[in-house]
């Protein structure tokens, strides 16, 4: 990892080094610490070499016509930074579905439901995950996924929970105070549904077992939710591969 680390800052240090076009400005701090092999130490001894040259900043020269080089801005075009273009590592997940681990198969079919309101947003979240590296652009995986998608959505327990008819939330942060704990802390339920003053609380599981501990989590954000000021709140673990949904009063 250090070495990987270093190879990465290298070529950072590259790019910046050969995209000036008139003059650059480097600042070298040298640590407090003497070490050996630091950029900081090699640095001085590039700049030294034929192909730098350290001298005064340019002046701009001006004959007092020109017009000042300064403007506003009527608007400034930006992304969000979750759409910018990301370069994912081969190993960090499988987007193959039929060999995907378990983990790959829960984290892939996290996200296609975070992008799920209605059945009819299927598609939508298909293509979204193939921009984003999560599913590859073949159709039979496509195919797959929108497959394992709609037969989930009709099962007869969670039929309402995708009708439009709810105020939604996916993977929505709840801050617990740090009154509470040693620190704050927070909860991150998967679906979370409001209409009039009624809470529902959904999270998702895709393994083959079930474990005391999921149902203890669903209780956990019950009472969050209740310590919000929400009287009527029910929870759901929902074991989307088994078929099978557990409700959970607190």
Known sequence: ERAQAAIDNLNLLYVAFTRAESEMYAFVPQPARKKENTFAQILPGLLQQEKYTAGAPLQRQSTGSEAPDTFGLEEYISLPYAHALRVKYVDEQSSDIDSASVRDYGILMHRAFSYIATPDDIAAAIEKLVEEGFLTNDAGQRTTLQTLLENALKHPGVTEWFDGSWQLFTEMNLLLPSETFARPRQLRPDRVL????????????????QAPQHIQQIEEYISCIKEMGYAHVQGYCWYISLGQIKSIKN
Do not use: A, P, T
């Not at 409001?194 to 077992?209: L, M, T």
């Open 194 to 209: 409001f209409r009039n003053n009624e809470v529902v609380v959904i999270d998702y599981k895709f393994g083959k077992s």
